[in-house]
């Protein structure tokens, strides 16, 4: 596609169950990351991918969070358990490393209830 | 690890005046990148200007432009002509080359700008 594109845009989900948030990132774009923005605040880093290269998932909160990236493109942000505190809007960003400059999409507000 | 630094969480700025934002980081990397993104209310993050630390030419877009000072680490923002539409949030953000290892996109705290008529 034209773009970075995440879904579902908008979530609300009961304390307590999973969620999986999708991204699709910009054709060829190798790179892959994930990001956390709770309301009003930076960007906290999640998780990334390179190619197949392992994940840098230093980033992840909890062992309740997991992400994939399946054939070098798609990628599925999995929460178990969602707490309160996942709330957040939830982004995702491809780049390309050839040019060195990642776009993101326009992210998964995730509300827990 | 690179850190990015923006120590104005909040500046205002009049209609068609200009105004900078300040953004400093720390590596020991020779190479790399700096990237300025605007966050308006819709959320989405847009990428408005990319500088390659090894290119001493200042980059430009538009009515934007950075002052890139290597050896002081600094990477400014200045937009000219400021419009309403230029209120968002400004994220600065460093990115290492790909040399086969991670790449991971830093970034500082943000600067809200209001633009005021």
Redesign the interface.
Known sequence: GAGVSQSPSNKVTEKGKDVELRCDPISGHTALYWYRQSLGQGLEFLIYFQGNSAPDKSGLPSDRFSAERTGGSVSTLTIQRTQQEDSAVYLCASASLMRHEAFFGQGTRLTVV | AQTVTQSQPEMSVQEAETVTLSCTYDTSESNY?L?W?KQPP??????VI?Q?AYKQQNATENRFSVNFQKAAKSFSLKISDSQLGDTAMY?CAF?K??T???????????TRLQVTL
């Open positions: 990148y990237f993104y819709s959320r989405q993050m847009i990428l990319r390659e994220f990115m080359p790909y086969g290892t991670a790449s991971k996109l830093t970034f500082g705290t943000g």
